[in-house]
């Protein structure tokens, strides 16, 4: 069993910048494909990015790209994402998930493993 726990959300203004965190706890295994994942009120939860634990290779949505970055800490066995020139529509409550294979996948029901999630606000 894996455990996931996110960090680092709060309030920011437009253009401003958060680091998110999420801890991986229990089981892990190399072929595990981390994600972050974001869902805004009335809105379906959809992609943000997505890293391969085992070599790094990265996914991100188009929208993000440029302004988003997936990252991980072997030692610390965390997820990032450093998160810049921030937008209103980036608002919503960001989801750490993992996948146990080696291969991506941006659909939501990839992903077996999910933490509570963390709100990140951006203020116009």
């Known amino acids: 069993q894996v455990q996931l726990a996110e960090s680092g959300g709060g309030l920011v203004q437009t253009g401003g910048s958060l680091r998110l965190s999420c801890a991986v706890s229990g089981r892990t295994f190399s072929p595990y494909v981390m994600g972050w994942f974001r869902q805004a009120p009335g809105k379906e939860r959809e992609f943000v990015a997505a890293i391969r634990w085992s070599d790094g290779n990265t996914r991100y949505a188009d929208s993000v790209k440029g302004r988003l970055t997936i990252s991980r800490d072997n030692a610390k066995n965390t997820v990032n994402l450093q998160m810049n020139s921030l937008k209103p529509e980036d608002t919503a409550v960001y989801y750490c998930?993992?996948?146990?294979?080696?291969?991506?996948?941006?659909?939501?029901?990839?992903?077996?493993?999910w933490g509570q999630g963390t709100q990140v606000t951006v203020s116009s």
């Open positions: 998930a993992a996948r146990n294979n080696y291969y991506f996948r941006l659909e939501v029901d990839e992903y077996g493993y």
